[in-house]
């Protein structure tokens, strides 16, 4: 039975998704290519650099960098060395060359983006590394002494680790670090561990609970005597250790056992090395010295995967958060820094170059972290300023929530009122309770109630005090008194013929009433005791 031509056109001949591949290929037609006239070039050579920043700015899209806006915490004095940030980004602390670690807190700070707080684990030594463990609750500073410092994110000093024995030769025997330490990082499985290394040639881990060592790694070179340990880094299952020490580079299990590395490479650099494992990886690390990047395979470090050259600067290196980038700090190299702070940014895989951002600000990028969280990136800068870089539309929270916040501002109060002290009257003035001596002392120093003798006045007389003058010692001195030299009863008899001759009181009435006296024979006193 046949079809018409109309009724076929509506009834599919097979069954399944058709592929649109006649559209594809009606979108894809290609233009003639012809040759542009003079116009046309003179017309394309000026407006070269319009597609050219499209394409930069479009770069940095594709990457979704934090960089298109920054703020300058300015603090420091000396030159940022450390940074690290807590896990939820509202907190950064930094160190410097120099004995100062400030603390930051943005949720409580406004535009003028000043420290909460300031502390000193050590006077005169220099901050080396810092870093927070995995649930932000404490962080650990490595200065130039022995002793690693464990502080709380407010600042409090939590525990501090001992130091060994400087004379002990085997560095397995001693407890500590003898020397200053170079590096710290945390186990990412356990808050309660991290590792530390110094220059007397040895890791060693410590449990926080306790702060006692747990197990030590003796790392042995080449070369004679003592090496520095520059720098360590745990994988991100914390199996692995990976420590860099005189340019080598040696791979340890976390675990032990510690006699020899599980991986070893020499002259990977010079003798100053920075490490960090790659965030999505087990087994791939970074390292940077000697003006280079290295990406390394820790299963087989005879030679590296890929290798950046041209990267003058510190040791400081960081991964974005999904590891696919990494971000490089720029410097001089030498004494004078640049004139305009750099972050190279390149791909983790591949070590390729992606392009260089500038912070827009003066000095060499000595130390940089990116946190995941709130997505900014802080670079701290040798001129002693701490950039943070974010964008509006990736970032949250963090140096975003200062920037709109204003300062208290304080009016003072210059009217004064009415002052009314009740206490000072008399009729409510209550006395203090004051203390036996205190109350002693004030009483030997009132002449009133101390009962004080009043002094002798000198000179003329005044108040009622017949004034002292010289002549009157002068007589006192001449005319003494011969009283004492008397005697008492040749005194009264002298008196005794003008007592008779002429009687005054008593006698004259006697004699009126009784002319020759009569005196009584006995008296009261008994006889005994008259003999007595």
């Not at 199996?239 to 599980?262: D, E, H, L």
Request: charged residues 25%; aromatic residues 6%.
């Amino acid at each position: 039975m046949g079809l018409g031509n109309d009724l076929s056109k509506f009834i599919p001949k097979d069954f399944g998704k058709k592929k649109k591949s006649i559209a594809k290929q009606s979108s894809a037609v290609e233009t003639p290519r012809t040759e542009p006239s003079s116009a046309q070039t003179e017309l394309t050579k000026t407006n070269v650099t319009e597609p050219h920043d499209e394409r930069k700015q479009s770069t940095v899209a594709e990457l979704d960098l934090p960089t298109s806006q920054h703020v300058l915490l300015k603090r420091h004095t000396k030159a940022v060395s450390a940074l690290a940030w807590d896990a939820p980004g509202d907190s950064i602390v930094s160190g410097e060359h120099g004995p100062s670690i400030n603390l930051w807190d943005f949720p409580t700070m406004d535009h003028t983006f000043q420290p909460f707080g300031t502390i000193v684990p050590y006077e005169g030594q220099q901050t080396r590394a810092i870093k927070y463990n995995a649930s932000g609750t404490h962080f650990i500073c490595a200065t130039s002494a022995p002793r690693a410092k464990l502080y709380t994110r407010m600042g409090r000093a939590a525990g501090e680790c001992k130091s060994g024995d400087m004379y002990v030769m085997d560095m397995r025997r001693t407890n500590g670090h003898v020397s200053g330490l170079m590096c710290v990082d945390w186990d990412p499985q356990r808050d309660s561990r991290f590792v530390t290394g110094a220059g007397d040639s040895t890791l060693r881990f410590w449990d926080t609970e306790r702060m006692v060592q747990e197990q030590v790694v003796v790392v042995k070179t080449k070369q004679r005597g003592k090496v520095a340990v520059t720098a360590c880094a745990f994988s991100a299952s914390g199996s692995m250790v990976v420590s860099a020490q005189c340019g080598g580079i040696s791979v340890w299990p976390s675990k032990g056992p510690f006699v020899r590395p599980v991986q070893h490479v020499d002259n990977a650099h010079s003798s100053d090395t920075g490490l960090a494992f790659v965030p999505a990886s087990e087994h791939l690390f970074v390292s940077r010295g000697d003006a280079c990047v290295k990406l390394w395979d820790v299963r087989n470090l005879k030679t590296e995967v890929a290798m950046a050259e041209g990267l003058v600067g510190s040791e400081s290196i960081a991964f974005s958060p999904d590891g696919t980038l990494l971000l490089v700090g720029l410097g001089s190299g030498s004494a004078t820094p640049n004139s305009e702070a750099m972050v190279a940014v390149l791909d983790s895989s591949t070590l390729n170059e992606h392009r260089r951002i500038s912070l827009g600000e003066p000095g060499d990028v000595l130390s940089i972290a990116w946190n995941s969280t709130i997505n900014q990136i802080a670079c701290g800068l040798s001129t002693g300023s701490i950039a943070i870089t974010y964008d509006p539309a990736l970032s949250t929270r963090g140096a975003m929530l200062g920037i709109t916040k204003r300062s208290r501002t304080y009016v003072a109060n210059t009217s004064t009122g009415p002052i009314i002290t009740p206490h000072s009257l008399p009729l409510f003035r209550e006395d203090r309770p004051v203390s036996t001596k205190r109350r002693h002392d004030k009483d030997r120093a009132d002449p009133i109630r101390s009962n004080k003798p009043s002094m002798p006045v000198r000179g003329h007389g005044k108040g009622g005090v017949v004034g002292v003058n010289e002549t009157q010692h002068i007589m006192k001195s001449i005319m003494k008194d011969t009283m004492r030299d008397e005697d008492p009863r040749e005194a009264l008899l002298r008196y005794a013929q003008v007592a008779e001759s002429d009687p005054k009181f008593i006698t004259p009435l006697y004699k009126e009433t009784q002319g020759k006296p009569v005196f009584s024979e006995e008296v009261d006193e008994p006889e005994m005791k008259r003999r007595k």
